[in-house]
């Protein structure tokens, strides 16, 4: 039996050491060289969030939910079904795994199912009801970036974003008019957003967006960590994902809710 000599093992492991390290050197340079253009072209990172986010087409996954506001606070599971351009089904478990509620959102058409109650709401997205059942003045299309994650941010700022400071990796934009201040905090190394405020200088309230522990998913970065808090009210409402899937086939009947036949019916407008 043939022996590999115990120098050739040395110079074979120091050649691999210091490959990797050429790997990462060349790595480094290449991000660095990336984010100096995107100083250079503060819009260029814009499209290439909103690209990522523009990838992602459904979304399915359970999650810790968590909520605090004026009305009381609650903690729970949330099943979550989510598909392009206006599909979102969330049911939420309480303690044991008892069923609570389900969301039901298709279109313009919103339905929440309150299982204990053997109630069923109908509206529709624009109504009322959707800030009732979760408990915070969030619209339709707020409610999709929470579950996702994902904010496009040019449908947050419009066309009229502005660079406002850079650090190492991360990117402020800013947007500031009579009636609004938004700003944007962009990882540009990751291309996501990982946190934005909305101030509202006639009625002073503020909205605070966080998003972390990203991952990748079929080339799409999103965060598991995603939270919304209110202020001046300190409400918060924040998921946490233990498990997701994107961009798979999920059939329409997935997107159907089921009730008993004697279930109470109230329309609202």
Request: glycine fraction near 6%.
């Amino acid at each position: 039996m043939r022996l590999s000599h115990p120098r050739g093992s040395f110079v074979k492991l120091l050649f691999l050491i210091l490959l990797a390290g050429f790997y990462l050197s060349c790595a480094s340079v290449l991000t660095t060289g990336k984010i100096d253009f995107y100083r250079s072209n503060p819009k260029t990172l814009l499209f290439e969030v909103e690209r990522n986010a523009l990838q992602l087409n459904s979304l399915k996954g359970i999650a810790e939910i968590s909520v605090e506001s004026h009305q009381g606070s609650y903690t729970g599971r949330a099943k979550i079904l989510f598909r392009k351009p206006d599909s979102l089904r969330i049911q939420i478990n309480a303690a044991f795994g008892i069923h609570a509620a389900t969301l039901l959102a298709i279109g313009n058409n919103l339905e929440v199912y309150l299982p204990r109650d053997q109630i069923l709401y109908r509206s529709n997205v624009k109504s009322d009801l959707l800030k009732q059942t979760i408990g915070m003045p969030i619209d339709f299309t707020g409610l999709k970036e929470l579950v996702t994650g994902l904010p496009d941010p040019f449908r947050v700022f419009g066309q009229d974003a502005g660079l406002d400071s850079t650090s190492k990796k991360f990117f402020w934009y800013i947007i500031d008019t009579k009636q609004q201040r938004i700003r944007m905090k962009i990882d540009a190394v990751k291309k996501v957003v990982v946190e934005y405020a909305r101030w509202n200088k006639t009625t002073g309230k503020k909205y605070l967006y966080k998003f972390s522990h990203f991952v990748k998913r079929k080339n799409v970065r999103l965060p598991l960590s995603i939270q919304v808090i209110r202020f001046p009210e300190k409400e918060r409402l924040a998921l946490f994902y233990e498990q997701i899937q994107i961009n798979e086939n999920w059939g329409r009947n997935k997107f159907k809710l089921s009730v008993p036949e004697r279930v109470l019916v109230i329309r609202m407008k």
